[in-house]
């Protein structure tokens, strides 16, 4: 099992830059795929980003591409979003996201899911 607590949320202003982070409990993070998730009030979770045991894959969704970067630290057991020219339709509650097997765009796939962390775009 793995637990994982979000921090860095908070408000910025319109083209502005967050970092999100989430530390991982246990000593087998590395065997997992990180992802982060939004989730926006009214609307489904959706996926945003997603990297692979090692770091050197990622893959990100359309709205985000160009603008977003997941990285992850498995010496310290950390997966960052920073997140740059932020949008107000970027506004929601961030979620970090582990899965074993292998990384999913879908939020039904995860199995251990953060607290999640809100980020506030304001125009």
């Known amino acids: 099992q793995v637990q994982l607590v979000e921090s860095g949320g908070g408000l910025v202003q319109t083209g502005g830059s967050l970092r999100l982070s989430c530390a991982a409990s246990?000593?087998?993070?590395?065997?997992?795929?990180m992802h982060w998730f939004r989730q926006a009030p009214g609307k489904e979770r959706e996926f945003v980003a997603g990297i692979n045991r090692g770091g050197e894959y990622t893959s990100y969704a359309d709205s985000v591409k160009g603008r977003f970067t997941i990285s992850r630290d498995n010496t310290k057991n950390t997966v960052r979003l920073q997140m740059n020219s932020l949008k107000p339709e970027d506004t929601a509650v961030y979620y970090c996201?582990?899965?074993?097997?292998?990384?999913?765009?879908?939020?039904?796939?995860?199995?251990?899911w953060g607290q999640g962390t809100q980020v506030t775009v304001s125009s």
């Open positions: 996201a582990a899965r074993p097997a292998s990384w999913t765009t879908s939020s039904g796939m995860i199995n251990y």
């Open positions: 246990g000593r087998t993070f590395s065997t997992y795929y």
